[in-house]
């Protein structure tokens, strides 16, 4: 069973920036990919963001791309999201997930993922 605890989450206002976190516990981490994802009110879970096991490739949604960087920490058995230039619409709640399947892409559209953490909230204000 692998268990995923998020963290880093707040208010900021519009142009700052974050550090999420995202600490993985339970099997071994180097074997699967992992993601982060966000749900804002009213709308569907968004993949903003999913690296390989490796970390050879990681995928960004458009939304995102050019303002935030995912990475992962084998030793920490950790992942972070770092958002920078943040807006009001990045307001949402940020969850990582691991053991994605398939390509980066797919995983994070469809998603494809077997476990989920709780969340963090994200507040931009303008």
């Known amino acids: 069973q692998v268990q995923l605890v998020e963290s880093g989450g707040g208010l900021v206002q519009a142009g700052g920036s974050l550090r999420l976190s995202c600490a993985v516990s339970?099997?071994?981490?180097?074997?699967?990919?992992v993601g982060w994802f966000r749900q804002a009110p009213g709308k569907e879970r968004e993949g903003i963001s999913c690296i390989e096991r490796n970390a050879n490739t990681t995928w960004y949604s458009d939304s995102v791309k050019g303002r935030f960087t995912m990475s992962r920490d084998s030793a920490k058995k950790a992942v972070y999201l770092h958002m920078n230039n943040l807006k009001s619409e990045d307001t949402a709640v940020y969850y990582c997930?691991?053991?994605?399947?398939?390509?980066?892409?797919?995983?994070?559209?469809?998603?494809?993922?077997?476990?989920w953490g709780q969340g963090t909230q994200v507040t931009v204000s303008s």
């Open positions: 997930a691991a053991q994605g399947w398939g390509t980066v892409e797919s995983m994070c559209k469809l998603p494809l993922f077997d476990y």
């Open positions: 339970g099997r071994t981490f180097n074997n699967y990919a």
